[in-house]
């Protein structure tokens, strides 16, 4: 490096990335490595960039991201578990200049809110929903959840889950991309900084959508549950890309224009 | 030649040490510490002058404790 201080660079004006101010000081309550971190901020950046942070009204679920409205720096309701879709629902209709968005896990909506997310997502409610899925659910100790894969270990299914006896994995976004009131249905991941970038420019155009009034964008986010898994956190993104991503491929499932 | 030199600053006490970031980086350059924070995590610190200030450690970060400067020198 050329005869130049730290000092020197870290200048305001050189400045090119820090945490938005839509997050808050809190230290956040999950994991080490935890993708709902990742997930929060490029949310919380998108509505920063598209200037709509004073008009949006998120809906925080039943999870290990209940506390969603402690960190997000914006207008928030805590809904009932898996009924995050329904809440949704009545805030934009009874406020449909604002932007409403719904940020679930896979336990609160795969499966106890599996009946408001499908309905909401029939009836083209004008909203958006981000779904974390994980394959376990991380808040209550690593018990098995609808989108755990078959042969995955969890605190209820050690030997790795039967399908014979526990049934088959959910796999909730393709079976929503049949509805017709979807209008955009995403699959991404937050492991790596290109999967961050295509993840927030996927969220970007749900937004974008919700600001038309085109109907229900839904993006999943792939995640990994470092400590659910019991594994550190960088071996749980390897194990990721591994085993979850053949069984849920990333990339655009519904694209109506 | 017009160089870019960047710089990273860990705010350490929220640093959980997960380590997403060090493969991020193209250059190499951040390490978990031997020294741990108020939490007791190895946190992670810049570790050489290679830094670009690409911000791909910054946005792969879950708990968002790492601001990126960049300069141009000529």
Same mark, same amino acid.
């Given at each position: ?163 014979? =006896?526990?049934?088959?994995?959910? +796999?909730?976004? $393709? ?5 017709? #009131?979807?209008? !955009? &249905? ?12 295509? =993840?927030?420019?996927?969220?970007? +155009?749900?937004? $974008? ?5 085109? #109907?229900?964008? !839904? &993006? ?38 | ?74």
């Amino acid at each position: 490096m050329a005869n130049i201080t730290k000092e020197e660079i870290r200048k305001p004006e050189n400045l090119v990335y820090k945490k938005t101010d839509l997050l808050t000081d809190k230290a956040l309550s999950y994991c080490p490595g935890c993708g709902h971190g990742t997930a929060h901020r490029i949310v919380m950046e998108v509505l920063e960039e598209m200037d709509i942070q004073d008009k949006t009204i998120g809906i925080a679920p039943v999870g290990c991201s209940v506390l969603a409205y402690e960190f997000m720096n914006i207008d928030m309701q805590q809904a009932a578990h898996g009924r995050a879709p329904a809440l949704a629902t009545a805030v934009k209709r009874l406020h449909p200049d604002k932007f409403v968005f719904t940020y679930q896990g896979d336990g609160d909506l795969a499966a106890i809110g599996t009946a408001e997310t499908i309905h909401a997502c029939n009836r083209g409610e004008n909203i958006v929903i981000i779904f974390i899925n994980n394959g376990i659910y991380g808040m209550t100790g690593g018990q098995m959840a609808p989108t755990t894969l078959p042969g995955m270990k969890s605190s209820t299914s050690p030997y790795g889950r039967d399908v014979q =006896t526990m049934g088959n994995p959910l +796999k909730i976004t $393709e079976l929503i991309a049949q509805l017709p #009131g979807t209008i !955009f &249905v995403t699959r991404q991941a937050v492991h790596t900084p290109a999967h961050v970038r295509k =993840t927030k420019k996927a969220i970007r +155009k749900a937004f $974008e959508n919700q600001k038309l009034n085109k #109907g229900l964008s !839904f &993006v999943e986010i792939v995640s990994n549950c470092n400590s659910g898994w019991k594994m550190t956190p960088l071996k749980s993104n390897e194990w990721m890309v591994d085993n979850m991503f053949p069984f849920y491929p990333l990339g655009d499932i519904k694209v109506n224009e | 030649m017009a160089k870019v030199v960047g710089d990273i600053v860990i705010d350490i006490e929220k640093c959980k040490g997960c380590s997403v970031c060090i493969p991020a980086c193209p250059q190499d350059v951040i390490a978990l510490s031997k020294n741990v924070n108020g939490k007791g995590y190895n946190y992670a610190e810049s570790i050489n002058d290679e830094c670009t200030g690409c911000t791909n450690c910054a946005i792969v970060c879950p708990d968002g404790v790492i601001t990126v400067y960049r300069k141009k020198v000529e």
